[in-house]
Every structure is written in structure tokens, then in C-alpha cells.
T-cell receptor, first 114, second 111 residues
């Protein structure tokens, strides 16, 4: 079945550590996105990529980094510079042509700082 | 920039009641409009969409009509069930840089 897979489902980070969240899709989509979800805040865009080896900052990119070396994969690294990383992180993808199409979401990763 | 405003929750209804969740938007041009649903601990699932003015999206008994004159995309269902309890997000997409979401409306259906 085609879809988006995020791993792990739960992740714990110590203060000062970098952690990487995985996102893989087999939908052959060109565009991929990372969102952060906090209670009462809706979803906020962190980074997005429209093509391999290219990505752009979203609204809240500070303290995060991404790479897009393969079409199928768009990992997100939460660095120690992110002061409040505890949140639910969602990865999404969409086809590029017809840019007003819907995005498909993974099941999310819940990151907690301990 | 683009923005989406939807009614704050929680919204609590009895089973079989009529549901309306209001959504209005601000965008340049002609965005596509979406409703997504999120069940506890899960990602978002597309519920319905509309891509141009006066389009009606529908799925699983839910409906929403793209009203350009009022910049609205209100979600409705004639008879809700306990299984409809979830968080509902209104969203728009005006270009290639991702969706803009409302803050979400938590819907609680009591038996």
C-alpha cells in the first residue's frame, strides 16, 4: 500500500541532544513537508521541499534542519538550538503539478524532552 | 499572507444532532480548500475538498461548499455519531508551499 511512514512514533530527547525524525513516502510525490503541532496552535510549517536536493524554510524553521537526498525521504533533525522541542511532528507529501492539491500525512512522531 | 479562522472548541453535541463547524479564510487568488480530521494520537486524514467557487465537497455524510463571496467553507453533517468525535481542521492551499491550517475544532459527541 502506498503511504507515508514516520518513525519512531515516540521519541525522547535529553537536553542538548540532536534527534532525527524519519519520514519516508512511496507515493512518488515530489513535494514533502514537516509540520509541528502544539495544543491550541494548529499546525505550523517547519520546512518544505519541492524537489530533491532543494528545500525552503517555513514559518518556524529556527532550531531545525532537513535534507532531501532522495525523493522518498525527508528527515527532520531537531537540534539543541530548538528551545522548546516537545510537540507532535507531522510529515506530509503532495504531487507537485496542480499545486493546489491535497497533502497526505503520516501518523506523526511525538517528541518529548526529558 | 494566507490565513484560516475556524470556531474554537470544544464543541459538544448529542448523537444524531446537526453539526456545523464554521471556517473562513483570507487568501490571494483562488485557493483550494480542505477539511481534515484527526483522531487521538494519529495523523491527519483528508475528509473532503473543493477546488473552485461553488464546489461542494462531500464524504462520509459531511459536506462543505466553497463560498467565494463570503470566503467561507463551513463543515456540516446532518446527524453526527459518537465515532465522529475528533479534531477537525480547515485548511487552504494557494500555491506550492504547503497548506495553511486553522487551529482546529475539537468535536465531542455524547451518546
Amino acid at each position: 500500500d502506498g503511504g507515508i511512514t514516520q518513525s519512531p512514533k515516540y521519541l525522547f530527547r535529553k537536553e542538548g541532544q540532536n534527534v532525527t525524525l524519519s519520514c519516508e513516502q512511496n507515493l512518488n510525490h515530489d513535494a514533502m513537508y514537516w509540520y509541528r503541532q502544539d495544543p491550541g496552535q494548529g499546525l505550523r510549517l517547519i520546512y518544505y521541499s519541492q524537489i530533491v536536493n532543494d528545500f525552503q524554510k517555513g514559518d518556524i524553521a529556527e532550531g531545525y534542519s532537513v535534507s532531501r537526498e532522495k525523493k522518498e525521504s525527508f528527515p527532520l533533525t531537531v537540534t539543541s538550538a530548538q528551545k522548546n522541542p516537545t510537540a507532535f511532528y507531522l510529515c506530509a507529501s503532495s504531487i507537485q503539478e496542480g499545486a493546489r492539491t491535497e497533502a497526505f500525512f503520516g501518523q506523526g512522531t511525538r517528541l518529548t524532552v526529558v | 499572507g494566507n490565513s484560516v479562522t475556524q470556531m474554537e472548541g470544544p464543541v459538544t453535541l448529542s448523537e444524531e444532532a446537526f453539526l456545523t463547524i464554521n471556517c473562513t479564510y483570507t487568501a490571494t487568488g483562488y485557493p483550494s480548500l480542505f477539511w481534515y480530521v484527526q483522531y487521538p494520537g494519529e495523523g491527519l486524514q483528508l475528509l473532503l475538498k473543493a477546488t473552485k467557487a461553488d464546489d461542494k465537497g462531500s464524504n462520509k455524510g459531511f459536506e462543505a461548499t466553497y463560498r467565494k463571496e463570503t470566503t467561507s467553507f463551513h463543515l456540516e453533517k446532518g446527524s453526527v455519531q459518537v465515532s465522529d468525535s475528533a479534531v477537525y481542521f480547515c485548511a487552504l492551499r494557494g500555491g506550492a508551499d504547503g497548506l495553511t491550517f486553522g487551529k482546529g475544532t475539537h468535536l465531542i459527541i455524547q451518546p
